[in-house]
């Protein structure tokens, strides 16, 4: 049908109204590009995101608690339409006890590249509920990308203040190399926790005024910073405060810890699966383990320089963090190594003595292919520039945990990241020779 067909039929047949009230499909040759007006624009749907499925909203409301039950039995998801300025006009997510839920408007591909040099992201957003959650942001940047903007302590402070319009640059979202000419989810709202969050008049334009901040993706990995995610927010911070008081116990009864590690949730793991292994080779050290789960760069940093190491003179410092810039925000490899290049200056600046063992970030994923592993490996790759062979020495001990073909097992690491008590004793196993020569070494 042509245009002046299609309009001379909305004039004179009334049951064809409805469908002639559709919002136009999203065309970026224009100024704005409207996703969601009081309904998806034509080629859109709105899907309902859980951890392993997805679902396309088709009626007023969609739950996804039947096919979560498996494997999530006690969590909830639900997407629905809900009022604003008029019935319907709004989508609204409700999630329980789930680390991964969401909205999504998705369709046919539209091109975002006109909307990323100086374009916006705008909707309407309104926190009923998220005191024990927190919400993120996903604008979609090309085939099996998508680039996510936190907004858990702005959200939990914005909970029953009602609507407010969101404006983020789509710098927020774009990072050289990214193809955003073909984007099939172009907008998605995440949440984690338990929660409960409405949007509406969701758009892009082309130029705009944010009025919402986002780190600055090439210096965040290197700009101290709390670890400001839903589910740490509540042990993050007395755990810090908790390894302050311990280290002052420990040099209280005469004791200064010689060996100390510092990382994320693998080296927190030393207190839990690693436990015994930790008792057996590490104790006549008075170790120190500073893991903290979730910790990218940014985070292990600002613990340095809130304490965590003052007053303490360790012989050696075991370092192994990275994982999380990878896995969480997908950073570019050169970021993580910057990250950590600056961990490594704050760690020789205050512990001037004590010989650094930098680790290769661990193995991710079954196999050599997955995306997170071979981001870990660039990474790796340029981890040897950072040793200097007298302070800061590099070692790679990743072969151990895998087979013959690249492949991890489950046996060592049962969700193909976190090592288990036999993946603990395979690191120690690995390590050993190497840290014994260091512990040896005159000061």
């Known amino acids: ?51 392993d499925t ?26 629905g339409k809900s009022p604003k300025a008029a019935a319907d006009d709004a989508l609204t997510l409700r999630w329980k006890n789930i680390w991964k839920s969401g909205v999504g408007i998705q369709g046919a591909p539209v091109d975002l590249e006109p909307y990323r040099a100086q374009g916006t992201l705008a909707f309407d957003l309104k926190v009923d509920e998220l005191a024990r959650g927190g919400i993120l ?5 090309g085939e099996d990308c ?35 000419r073909a984007v099939r989810r172009p907008f998605t709202v995440e949440g984690t926790g338990s929660g409960e969050v409405s949007i509406a008049n969701v758009v892009f334009d082309r130029a705009g005024t944010p009025n919402t901040a986002c780190p600055d993706y090439r210096t965040v990995a290197v700009t101290p910073d709390t670890l400001n995610e839903s589910w740490s927010l509540a042990w993050w911070m007395p755990r810090h405060l908790q390894k302050l008081e311990d280290i002052k116990v420990m040099k209280a009864s005469g004791q200064s810890p010689e060996l100390v590690f510092i990382g994320d949730s693998i080296t927190q793991g030393w207190e839990k699966e690693g436990a015994a292994t930790w008792q ?35 012989k050696v410092a075991v370092l192994m963090f990275g994982t999380n810039n990878t896995g969480h925000r997908r950073d570019h490899p050169a970021t993580t190594v910057a990250g950590i290049k600056r961990n490594i200056e704050e760690l020789r600046r205050r512990l001037p003595d004590t010989r650094i063992l930098l680790l290769a970030i661990f193995p991710r994923d079954e196999t050599p292919d997955g995306a997170a592993r071979r981001l870990n490996e ?7 520039s950072l040793a200097d062979n007298r302070k800061v020495f590099f070692m790679n001990i990743n072969q151990a945990f895998l087979q013959a073909d690249g492949r991890l097992s489950k046996e060592i690491m049962p969700d193909l990241l976190h090592p288990n008590e036999k993946g603990y004793e395979i690191w120690a196993a690995a390590m050993q020779p190497e840290l014994e020569r260091l512990m040896a070494m005159p000061r």
């Open 137 to 141: 942001f996903k604008v979609g940047c």
């Open 54 to 79: 997805e679902q396309v909203l088709t009626a007023a409301s969609l739950s996804l608690d039947a096919a979560l039950q498996a494997t999530f039995p006690n969590s909830a998801v639900q997407v």
């Open 146 to 180: 998508e680039r996510p903007v936190s907004y858990v302590v702005p959200g939990r402070a914005a909970q029953g203040k009602g609507w407010r319009r969101i404006v983020l640059s789509m710098e927020c979202f774009a990072r050289e190399g990214d193809d955003f």
């Open 1 to 51: 049908m042509t245009l002046a067909a299609r309009s001379l039929s909305c004039l004179t047949v009334p049951l064809v109204l409805a469908a002639c009230a559709t919002t136009p499909p999203p065309d970026s040759r224009h100024e704005r590009l409207a996703l969601y007006q009081g309904r998806a624009a034509a080629g859109s749907q709105v899907a309902a995101i859980g951890p």
């Open 280 to 314: 057996r080779r590490y104790t006549r050290y008075h170790a120190l383990g500073l893991g903290f789960g979730g910790d990218r760069t940014e985070n292990v940093l600002w613990r340095l320089k809130h304490g965590e190491v003052d007053g303490i003179d360790p």
């Open 378 to 384: 660039q990474i790796n790759a340029e981890l040897p």
